[in-house]
Nanobody, 123 residues
Framework: VQLQASGGGLVQAGGSLRLSCVAS????????IGWFRRAPGKAREGVAC????????YFLDSVKGRFTISRDNAKKTVYLEMNGLNSEDTATYYC?????????????????WGRGTLVTVSS
């Protein structure tokens, strides 16, 4: 089981980035995939989640209306589209697969984690 996150980079405040999470070694369409982030000196927090059902989505309050999550099951990829970025979004972003099909918020409920991708928002 592997998850590979990519798409991070340096962007100016107000800009956009799209992160990708490519899964391999398991049927990712049967599991919820979440995006988490950890900023320097802060705890890890769940940013968004896409359940195996199309309507099952979760967003952190601070990113609602700015971030969207989608998946392409044929490509085994989950995308996190981030718009209106600000300095508070600067963090290393990780994707992870939950132990079941439904979005959950606790990181402990995610079994498999990918390596992070760094997002830096300059003001």
């Amino acid at each position: 089981v592997q998850l590979q996150a990519s798409g991070g980079g340096l962007v100016q405040a107000g800009g956009s980035l799209r992160l990708s999470c490519v899964a391999s070694g398991f049927r990712s369409d049967r599991y919820a995939i979440g995006w988490f982030r950890r900023a320097p000196g802060k705890a890890r927090e769940g940013v968004a989640c896409s359940g195996s059902g199309a309507a099952d989505k979760y967003f952190l309050d601070s990113v609602k209306g700015r971030f969207t999550i989608s998946r392409d099951n044929a490509k085994k990829t989950v995308y996190l589209e981030m718009n209106g970025l600000n300095s508070e979004d600067t963090a290393t972003y990780y994707c992870a697969a939950a132990s079941g099909p439904i979005c959950v918020t606790g990181p402990i409920l995610y079994e498999h984690w990918g390596r992070g991708t760094l997002v830096t928002v300059s003001s």
